[in-house]
């Protein structure tokens, strides 16, 4: 099989058109239109089919996307394997959560930055659900966020247990959210309904019969820690995300549980790929920077969240 086709074609899936693929690999739009048709001829199958004015994949197709990929990465990591004494190179994506970009992840980013500066980072901020869901359907590379379920279809490396806390202004001190059956006039300020800790804290809520006001939903953890300072309300957030306003004075903590609930952070890839030199050194960089505790494929057992409490 002549892998330039098999290249053509993700490069076709990867920027919507057989004209972007031509101006990406710089050829004709005939040539890409070739390629596809040797493609399909060797393959026995069609990858595309016209809905309307688009090129779509068909069923086959989507299920050829992901083995391609693979492929191309491996063409990558031979390439570099001459050179994996000098400098790594290639494409990188990475999706990681809000709170662990924002105070885990600078230590790391620089850290890569000088280990491997000719790395093409592509870096994405977004929920764990979403995180997951990529790196199941083989959309992006790696995944750093919080365990949420247990895919046997991930690879996972685990950073430790991250103490959650409520917090609030120093004006609410005398508030009691370990007493069962009540209603706290106040209001809950965290991002959108799939953040873990959101989950976790409106569960347990819900099994203390407490009810709040209202829920003020902010996309950034900046803007929420500076709403619970100006005593708009409270929050639940991992306790290295307030560490700052917590030594300061302008948050303090509420008693909320016996013991500390906790959430687990990692770093994940999909087990069937092989890790290229960008998604390995990558990985390196965390554990340098992090710190690492363990890594776990198969036969995991863990809670809807792995949450401890």
């Keep these: 099989m002549d892998l330039r086709r098999f290249i053509t074609f993700k490069t076709v899936v990867e920027e919507g058109s057989f004209a972007q693929a031509a101006r990406k690999l710089c ?9 596809i048709q040797q493609l399909e001829q060797e393959l026995s199958y069609s990858v595309f089919e016209k809905v309307g004015r688009r090129m779509v994949l068909t069923p086959a197709g ?21 050179d994996r004494e000098e400098e790594i190179a290639g494409d990188l994506r990475v999706m990681v959560g809000e709170t662990l970009l924002a ?29 997951r869901d990529a790196l199941l359907n083989d959309n992006t590379d790696l995944g750093v966020f919080y365990r949420v379920g247990h ?20 004006e609410l001190q005398d508030v009691d959210f370990t007493r069962v059956n009540q209603h706290i006039p106040l209001s809950f300020i965290i991002n959108e309904p799939q953040c873990v800790f959101r989950q976790l804290f409106e569960s347990t809520l819900r099994e203390r019969k407490i009810t ?31 560490l700052r306003e917590l030594e300061s004075g302008e948050l303090i903590t509420l008693p909320f549980s016996a013991t500390p609930m906790t959430i687990t ?14 998604m390995e050194i990558f990985i390196d960089c965390m554990r340098q920077s992090l710190g690492e505790v363990h890594s776990e494929c198969l036969g995991e057992l863990s809670s809807h969240l ?4």
């Design 62 to 82: 989507k299920l050829l996307l992901p083995k391609v990929r693979e492929l191309t990465r491996v063409l990558e990591g031979i390439r570099q394997i001459a």
């Design 151 to 170: 895919d046997e279809a991930l690879h996972k490396e685990y950073f430790g247990q991250q103490e959650l806390v409520l917090v609030a202004s120093p």
């Design 27 to 35: 050829c004709t739009q005939s040539t890409v239109t070739f390629q």
């Design 212 to 242: 709040l006001d209202n829920t003020i939903e902010l996309w950034s953890i900046e803007s929420i820690k500076r709403c619970v300072a100006s005593n708009l309300g409270i929050s639940f957030l991992p306790l290295f995300s307030v």
């Design 265 to 278: 952070a990692l770093c994940a890839y999909h087990a069937d790929r092989t890790l290229s030199p960008a």
């Design 103 to 131: 105070y885990k992840m600078p230590e790391v980013l620089k850290l890569l930055r000088i280990k491997a500066p000719k790395v093409r980072l592509s870096l994405q901020s977004v929920n764990c659900y979403a995180i």
């Design 306 to 309: 792995d949450v401890k409490s």
